[in-house]
């Protein structure tokens, strides 16, 4: 657990020094580019089950990551008053898996055991405020051992004359790269392993609208279509012969997800989050989310956000557990991710907001802290707790 505070204390020195700044207090808008907001997160995740689809569907998934990530965001205004905003995100997660361990089926042998993932962002939008519209771009990359993906964005919003709804429309492309790590007993290469490619478009429209001072309400539809090797390769299926297999699934998927988003603000103190999405895809999988959140002001200084998600899915058709798949099977799959289940994710936030600021420094004013537990219907359960600092 030490890790999780190692990126924000790293840079504790740094915020003091620019809190130590004298700031401008005059409406002057800045043509140079200066910091608006640093957000240093840090969480601690771990699992256990016992449907690894490493293992064909039994086995351990015991799993644990920690992450770090830190978010810039810098904004300047150019001369004919446009705002300009530049997002820097740096994330690194280092984890364990028992699961992918069984690769060799061998504890510590296998590459995929542990690993780290880094994986680096930056959005820029240029914002005409006097018209309310905003074009924005960016680029992320995520690596690791057997996975590579570049991913590139544009999106356009515009809000309504008397700017209380606002649309939005963005496209989102991944281009992916999976090194692929057959089980051991299916190899013929030894340790030299191929690659595939994995592609994904996303297209993403939205509406927000204010109701009243009260009620504010977003709709959000998405369409998304992968194509490429969307199999992970060192998923096993056992056949009901009692031969092992590797996974494999169709090249090509396409997902609609519908979704709707409330806030309502209950006085002061209370503000009551509800969300609502519909999937559905091609490979049968239909899902209901449900999520509520309630975020209460103690104080003004302090506030609790208790919070419930719930979760169902159908089975995918190509899926069947652990020696179920025939020969007569096209695709197989024993991934409990891709079959039918209802999970239940709930646990709480606390946000303390100091007026003069945390660890002396003014503008280093927000900490969070938050814990989840997780649990399915195919045994799954999960933990994970989370820390925000906040530097505005």
Do not use: C
């Amino acid at each position: 657990m030490k890790r999780i505070f190692i990126t924000g204390f790293a840079l504790l020195g740094l915020l003091r020094a620019q809190a130590q700044t004298p700031s401008d207090s005059t409406d002057y808008k800045s043509t140079k580019l200066k910091v608006d907001e640093i957000n240093l997160v840090s969480s601690y995740y771990r699992q256990d089950g016992n449907n690894s689809a490493v293992t064909g569907g039994i086995g351990t998934e015991k799993l644990t990551d920690v992450s770090n990530t830190i978010d810039v965001k810098l904004i300047r205004y150019s001369k004919s008053g446009k705002k300009h905003t530049l997002d820097v995100e740096a994330g690194i997660d280092y984890y364990t898996s028992a699961s992918s361990d069984m690769i060799d089926l061998q504890a510590n042998s296998s590459a995929s055991s542990s690993d780290i993932r880094f994986y680096p962002s930056f959005n820029y939008s240029i914002e005409n405020e006097e018209k309310g519209n905003t074009l924005g771009f960016g680029l992320s990359s995520s690596s690791e051992f057997d996975y590579q993906s570049f991913g590139g964005n544009v999106s356009y919003s515009q809000k309504t004359k008397d700017k209380s709804g606002e649309f939005t429309a963005k496209f989102q492309a991944y281009l992916d790269q999976v090194k692929l790590i057959e089980p051991i007993e299916l190899r013929t290469n030894g340790n030299h392993y191929g690659s595939a490619s994995r592609n994904t478009f996303a297209g993403s429209l939205s509406y927000s609208q204010i109701i009243n001072k009260n009620l504010q309400i977003v709709f959000l539809a998405d369409i998304i279509t992968q194509n490429g090797f969307l199999s992970l390769p060192f998923h096993r299926v056992y056949f009901t012969d009692g031969s092992v297999h590797q996974e494999n699934l169709p090249g090509n998927r396409l997902k609609i997800p519908l979704g709707v988003r409330t806030s309502y603000f209950l006085g002061d103190n209370i503000i009551i989050r509800a969300y609502y999405r519909y999937y559905t895809d091609d490979w049968d999988i239909k899902s209901h989310t449900a999520d509520i959140e309630v975020p209460v002001k103690i104080s003004p200084f302090f506030s609790l956000s208790p919070f419930y998600r719930f979760y169902t899915q159908s089975a995918a058709k190509y899926f069947k557990p652990y020696e179920a798949h025939t020969g007569t099977d096209d695709y197989y799959t024993s991934n409990y991710d891709l079959s039918k289940f209802d999970s239940n994710f709930f646990g709480i936030g606390m946000k303390f907001t100091p007026i003069k600021g945390l660890f002396g420094i003014k503008h280093f004013n927000t900490i969070e802290i938050r814990y989840g537990h997780y649990s399915r219907t195919t045994a799954l359960n999960a933990d994970i707790v989370s820390i925000n600092l906040k530097y505005k």
